[in-house]
């Protein structure tokens, strides 16, 4: 299995949550299952001050509308030291690293844009 980002919002006119997962080019994709552990819950992640990151090797990730800030910011701290974590992970430049987390912050936009929230699961 893989894990999958979304952005999920509650619909003012059903009062019911809506989930986008219809992404092209693979813009979904947030990595293996066995991901969970050996790229988003290492230690290296929470060197790096991940926080929301590091709980999929445990659990599915909510954030939540309020949270969207901050997970952004965490994402883009990843993404700055993209070659030392890289290194780090012992993950090479064709890895797919930076697809996930752009994939993440572009999640992220699509959730502001709806006042709604993330979802990697």
């Not at 992640?45 to 999929?56: D, I, S, Y």
């Not at 445990?58 to 939540?64: A, F, H, I, R, S």
């Not at 969207?68 to 993209?82: C, G, M, P």
């Amino acid at each position: 299995m893989s894990l999958v980002v979304s952005a999920y919002w509650l619909d003012p006119l059903t009062g019911q949550y809506e989930q986008f997962t219809d992404w092209d080019d693979g813009h979904h994709m947030a990595g293996t299952e066995s991901g969970r552990r050996d790229l988003w819950g290492t230690e290296a992640m929470r060197r790096r001050g991940a926080t929301f990151l590091p709980q999929l090797a445990e659990t599915n990730v909510y954030v939540q509308p309020e949270e969207l800030d901050a997970f952004a910011a965490e994402v883009q701290r990843l993404l700055a030291d993209l070659d030392g974590l890289r290194a780090e992970l012992g993950r090479g430049p064709d890895c797919l690293l930076p697809h996930y987390l752009d994939n993440f912050l572009r999640a992220v936009e699509y959730a502001r844009a709806r006042g709604g929230g993330v979802m990697i699961e």
